[in-house]
C-alpha cells in the first residue's frame, strides 16, 4: 500500500465533510500545505494553537486536521512575527499542512453536532437548523426527543452530560430550573446564542450549546420566563462539546483512506485546548441559585 499525498487526504475530507455544507462565514479547507507531499501520519484536534502545532510537529505527523480554522479571515501578511504567520511559518518549516473541516463538520451527518447528541442517546435526531440543499439530517444543531415514558429533567441532562464529556474546569451550568421536566432538547457544539429562535421554534424545552454570554443568556431566560419558561439553557465548554467529534472524525478518515488503499496512520491529539484552568469555588455545592446571589 502506498502512501497518500496530502490532496488524497484532502480529498477524502472533503467527501466526509463537504466543503459546500459550510456556513457562508466560515473558512474550511487547506490552509497550509503543498498538496503532490507524502503523508505518513494525520493527527486530529480541535483547535490550530499552539499546543497543538507544538504536538503535530514535536510528534512528527505531516497532516494536522482540525475543527476550527488556522486563518478564518483574509490575511494580506504571513509575517512570522505575529501570531497566525509564526504558525504559518512553523507548519511550512516542519512540513505539516493543515486542513480543517469547520460548519461543514458541525453539519455532516456523523459529524460535530451528531456526536453531542450521541451523548444523550435520544430519538428521532433532527437538525436544528437544516442545510439547504443538503441530503437529509445535514445542518446545525441537533433536536431530538426522550423516549416515551422515560422521564428526564433539566438536571438529569446536565448530569449525563457532566458525566460523559471530558472534564474541564467550567464543568456544566443550567440557567433556568433544574427541576423542569425535558421531553425535547435541543444540541449545537460551539457557541450557540445566534440560535435562539431556531431553538423557541424548534420547542424543546432545553438547549445545550457553549459560550452563552451574560446578555443573551439572561434575554433569553426572560424570554421564556414571558412564556412557558422554556427553553432552560446549559452551557458546556467549547472545547469539551466539540472534541467528541475528535474520535469518530479520525475512525471516519481512517475508513475512507483505508478504503482507496491508502497506507497512513491517524491519531487523536492528547492536547486540552479548552482556555480555562483553574477555578475558584465560593461555597457549597447548590444546584439551584435562583434564590439569590446570597451565600448559604
Ligand atoms: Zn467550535
Redesign the pocket.
Known amino acids: 500500500m502506498t502512501h497518500p499525498t496530502v490532496s488524497d487526504v484532502v480529498r477524502a475530507c472533503d467527501a466526509l465533510w463537504p466543503p459546500e455544507y459550510a456556513e457562508s462565514w466560515d473558512t474550511v479547507g487547506l490552509a497550509v500545505g503543498d498538496p503532490t507531499a507524502e503523508v505518513r501520519r494525520i493527527l486530529v484536534a480541535l483547535d490550530p494553537v499552539d499546543a497543538d502545532l507544538d504536538e503535530a510537529i514535536a510528534g512528527g505527523y505531516d497532516f494536522l486536521l482540525t ?2 480554522p488556522l486563518l478564518l479571515r483574509g490575511v494580506t501578511s504571513v509575517h512570522a512575527g505575529t501570531l497566525k504567520g509564526g504558525a504559518v511559518h512553523a507548519l511550512v518549516r516542519a512540513g505539516v499542512a493543515a486542513f480543517n473541516a469547520h460548519t461543514n463538520a458541525d453539519s455532516a451527518v456523523g459529524g460535530v453536532s451528531d456526536a453531542l447528541a450521541d451523548v444523550l442517546d435520544l430519538q428521532d435526531r433532527r437538525p436544528l437548523v437544516g442545510t439547504p440543499g443538503a441530503p437529509e439530517g445535514t445542518g446545525l444543531g441537533r433536536v431530538t426527543t426522550v423516549p416515551a415514558g422515560a422521564s428526564a429533567t433539566v438536571l438529569s441532562v446536565a448530569r449525563t452530560l457532566a458525566a460523559e464529556l471530558p472534564p474541564t474546569i467550567t464543568g456544566v451550568r443550567i440557567a433556568g430550573d433544574p427541576e423542569a421536566p425535558v421531553s425535547t432538547v435541543a444540541v449545537l ?2 457557541a450557540g446564542d445566534s440560535l435562539f429562535d431556531a431553538v423557541r421554534a424548534s420547542g424543546a424545552e432545553v438547549y445545550v450549546t457553549s459560550d452563552l454570554r451574560h446578555h443573551p443568556a439572561t434575554e433569553a431566560r426572560d424570554t421564556a420566563a414571558r412564556g412557558n419558561g422554556t427553553p432552560h439553557l446549559i452551557d458546556i465548554s ?1 472545547w469539551a462539546a ?1 472534541s467528541l467529534w475528535l474520535e469518530p472524525a479520525a475512525d471516519a478518515l481512517s475508513a475512507a483512506l483505508d478504503a482507496n488503499g491508502f497506507d497512513v496512520g491517524i491519531e487523536v491529539s492528547r492536547t486540552v485546548s479548552d482556555a480555562w484552568t483553574v477555578r475558584i469555588d465560593q461555597g457549597t455545592e447548590r444546584t439551584d441559585f435562583t434564590g439569590g446571589a446570597g451565600r448559604e
Request: proline share 0%; hydrophobic share 0%.
Open positions: 475543527h476550527h457544539g460551539g467549547h466539540e
